[in-house]
């Protein structure tokens, strides 16, 4: 059983950055992938950012690529995402997860479904 925690929301305005924050308890993620995804009211959640287990690989969404940064520190049992250059279209609730699946190499799990554990979210918003 793992426990995550999400942290770091708030307000930011276009031009600032933030960065969140994903803290695991119970067990180690340390052999776990990591996925980031966002929601808004009425929509379905949307794939942000992964990475791999030991964070040799990582995998961005479109919307996302090239302004945010997913990291891990498995010795703190956290990953982060690194938010720059936020959007207001970026405003949602912020969600970390870990699955127990199996690494493959070459593969990104970016759909809800190849997730086990989830946090309970972090609101961010984007004023301009």
């Known amino acids: 059983q793992v426990q995550l925690v999400e942290s770091g929301g708030g307000l930011v305005q276009t031009g600032g950055s933030l960065r969140l924050s994903c803290a695991a308890s119970?067990?180690?993620?340390?052999?776990?992938?990591v996925g980031w995804f966002r929601q808004v009211p009425g929509k379905e959640r949307e794939f942000v950012a992964y990475?791999?287990?030991?964070?040799?690989?990582?995998h961005y969404g479109d919307s996302v690529k090239g302004r945010f940064t997913i990291s891990r520190d498995n010795a703190k049992n956290t990953v982060y995402l690194q938010m720059n250059s936020p959007k207001p279209e970026d405003t949602a609730v912020y969600f970390c997860?870990?699955?127990?699946?199996?690494?493959?190499?070459?593969?990104?799990?970016?759909?809800?479904?190849?997730?086990?554990?989830w946090g309970q979210g972090t609101q961010v918003t984007v004023s301009s």
């Open positions: 990475i791999s287990w030991n964070g040799d690989s990582t």
């Open positions: 997860a870990a699955t127990t699946r199996y690494y493959t190499e070459g593969y990104y799990y970016t759909g809800e479904y190849e997730y086990d554990y």
């Open positions: 119970g067990r180690s993620i340390s052999t776990s992938a």
